[in-house]
């Protein structure tokens, strides 16, 4: 006989979810005299609330590797998540996501059951019951995106449940549409920005639901449905009104931009390094604990591409990439980043049309280049002097930074130094290009990183250290979705005019030049030039790029045309082949009488 697929055992956190919740367990009853009361039955709520944290606590890699957007990160040269030629039914990061949208699935069901008991008033059961449609209906599409047809888990029970079969994608998409409607007919309030769902959040959902579907079952009236359902959440919100830099400050979470969050705070969490780790994916390790910085997990590189697809203008690069790092990296967001005043670390400085000028000017700087890697990047001797000519360079490329001193290399914690790591652009393909850039891809500091998440202080030296919201969705995905739809319908003048309406957030333009796209008249072509947008847009959120180009039927032409690990040679020609979803886990097929190898996903 095989094992129960779902435990039954619910587990209730002792932390609240967020500010609007307040959790008190009371132990020593029964499930049914705890849950029945008013007070009894909040510890199910907030439950199901916190555990989204399991699922998105440490970056779900299934939304995000494997993609054009990021690389392996150093130390790594073979791995099935980022490059397809060892991704298997026992992949972690893939059994990892599966197990922990069950999970919560489990908990949303489990306090489902116990509604109907609970000492709490008729708008209040409708209320949450409305919630908990809404996440029923998103954690099943969660698991559409990465597998196609799924295991519908609908209800509570307290017995084994050993026949779970697979539905079929079109009657996936029907249960999660009929969830996602139903929430919608709810008493949800239109508009929060507290991480409570809200109509705002469920129209946003049932877009990409609609868009999704539209692609992969090439239903043309589901791009119109997609339309009409981002349509309410821009009217419902209005406008973009921040800069990039101020949309994603420390300062300014639960802004009027997001639609939807995985809530966290100081109060929280159980301790200091059981937050989340969003804000250190996204670049190279900086260090251990006596350099000061934040402690970097560096499990994605942001590629070569991404930083080439902003242009000059465009102020949204600097919002993104952290692109000084001064004594200490928190430096930045305590007023310690005044040059000539506060020593730096690291510089990561772009030339843009001068590029070939600055390459020429650092060979010189670096005595050269061997095998197409500069020899050193280090500005520094070992007695703390800058190198001959980096006073020069500085000055030339950098010269905000040229009276900054460098941080002490023989400090007593030792090994603090003075870094440049100019980004190179003009070889005529991108692969010259990324070769020079990436020389020093196993250092410290080899590039820049994602900063877009950031806490503002170091509160303790650890990968989950960060109480920042984790954004699942934001008004500008809103907008891009809509004109993703405006795509499928091959309307491309609309899909032009929301892209630019992105384009024209306050603050985008460095110069007042309004920032704009082009739109090609072919859906393949509008498609890569919409992908770059949402890439820049979107950088690091966790909306999911694999799904994103999965659902276009864009991942093989945008990994083959900007991911360098496919760019070296090393995986072959076609390392993706037919694994166009991700592996359904043979564990999960072991464990369920509903599955046969025969529901696995092509090329597994």
């Keep these: 006989m095989k094992p129960i697929i779902y435990s039954i055992i619910l587990v209730i956190s002792f932390y609240s979810c967020s500010g609007f919740l307040d959790e008190d367990n009371k132990a020593g009853i029964s499930n049914t005299d705890l849950y029945s009361t008013a007070e009894g039955y909040q510890t199910l709520r907030v439950n199901v609330y916190s555990s989204l944290r399991n699922i998105y606590r440490e970056a779900?890699?299934?939304?995000?590797?494997?993609?054009?957007?990021?690389?392996?990160?150093?130390?790594?040269?073979?791995n099935g998540i980022y490059d397809y030629v060892r991704l298997y039914d026992t992949n972690g990061d893939v059994s990892s996501f599966y197990s922990n949208c069950y999970n919560v699935l489990q908990q949303v069901n489990t306090a489902e059951h116990y509604l109907s008991i609970a000492d709490i008033s008729e708008a209040d059961k409708n209320l949450y019951q409305a919630e908990y449609d809404f996440l029923k209906?998103?954690?099943?599409?969660?698991?559409?995106?990465?597998?196609?047809?799924?295991?519908?888990?609908?209800?509570?029970?307290?017995?084994?449940?050993?026949?779970?079969?697979?539905?079929?994608?079109?009657?996936?998409?029907?249960?999660?549409?009929?969830?996602?409607?139903?929430?919608?007919?709810?008493?949800?309030?239109?508009?929060?920005?507290?991480?409570?769902?809200?109509?705002?959040?469920?129209?946003?959902?049932?877009?990409?639901?609609?868009?999704?579907?539209?692609?992969?079952?090439k239903n043309q009236s589901d791009f119109t449905k997609a339309k009409e359902y981002a349509s309410s959440v821009i009217s419902s919100r209005g406008g973009l009104k921040y800069s990039m830099e101020e949309l994603w400050?420390?300062?300014n979470e639960n802004n009027e931009e997001f639609i939807f969050s995985i809530q966290y705070d100081a109060e929280s969490i159980t301790s200091t390094t059981n937050g989340n780790n969003q804000e250190s994916v996204f670049g190279p390790y900086l260090g251990g604990n006596e350099r000061g910085h934040k402690y970097m997990a560096g499990s994605l590189y942001p590629s070569w591409a991404l930083n080439s697809w902003f242009g000059k203008n465009d102020a949204r690069y600097e919002a993104t990439f952290m692109l000084s790092i001064w004594e200490y990296y928190y430096d930045y967001y305590q007023g310690k980043n005044i040059p000539g005043v506060n020593a730096?670390?690291?510089?990561?400085?772009?030339?843009?049309?001068?590029?070939?000028?600055?390459?020429?000017?650092?060979?010189?700087?670096?005595?050269?280049?061997?095998?197409?890697?500069f020899n050193d990047v280090t500005m520094t001797d070992n007695n703390n002097n800058l190198i001959p000519g980096a006073k020069e360079f500085l000055q030339k490329w950098c010269p905000e930074y040229a009276n900054v001193p460098p941080v002490n290399a023989l400090n007593p914690n030792g090994g603090n130094y003075l870094r440049i790591y100019p980004f190179f652009e003009h070889f005529p393909t991108q692969k010259e290009n990324e070769t020079y850039w990436r020389s020093g891809f196993n250092n410290d500091f080899s590039q820049p990183g994602i900063k877009k998440f950031d806490m503002d202080r170091l509160v303790v030296f650890s990968q989950t250290q960060s109480y920042r919201d984790i954004v699942l969705a934001s008004l500008s995905e809103t907008m891009l979705l809509y004109a993703e739809a405006c795509i499928g319908e091959e309307n491309y003048s609309e899909a032009q005019t929301y892209i630019n309406s992105v384009l024209a957030r306050p603050g985008n333009s460095k110069d007042g030049t309004p920032l704009t796209v082009q739109l090609p008249t072919s859906q393949k072509g509008a498609l890569?030039?919409?992908?770059?947008?949402?890439?820049?847009?979107?950088a690091g959120q966790y909306s999911g790029r694999w799904p994103e180009l999965r659902r276009t039927g864009m991942l093989k032409d945008m990994f083959y045309t900007y991911n360098y690990d496919y760019l070296s040679g090393n995986l072959g020609s076609d390392p993706i082949g037919e694994k166009l979803y991700r592996p359904i886990p043979q564990s999960a097929i072991d464990i369920n009488e509903g599955l046969s190898s025969e529901d696995q996903n092509p090329g597994y």
């Design 137 to 217: 209906g998103f954690l099943h599409f969660l698991l559409i995106e990465q597998f196609g047809g799924i295991v519908v888990n609908d209800e509570y029970t307290q017995s084994p449940r050993m026949d779970m079969p697979r539905m079929s994608l079109e009657a996936s998409y029907d249960y999660v549409i009929g969830k996602l409607e139903s929430s919608l007919a709810g008493p949800l309030p239109q508009t929060k920005t507290d991480g409570q769902i809200c109509k705002d959040a469920v129209n946003h959902y049932l877009a990409k639901v609609y868009l999704t579907r539209g692609w992969d079952l």
């Design 60 to 78: 779900p890699l299934v939304l995000l590797a494997g993609t054009d957007l990021y690389q392996m990160p150093r130390g790594m040269t073979e």
């Design 344 to 373: 730096i670390t690291a510089i990561y400085p772009r030339a843009w049309d001068r590029s070939a000028e600055m390459f020429e000017d650092y060979i010189q700087l670096t005595n050269g280049v061997s095998n197409g890697q």
């Design 249 to 251: 400050s420390p300062s």
């Design 528 to 538: 890569e030039a919409y992908l770059k947008e949402s890439g820049k847009e979107l």
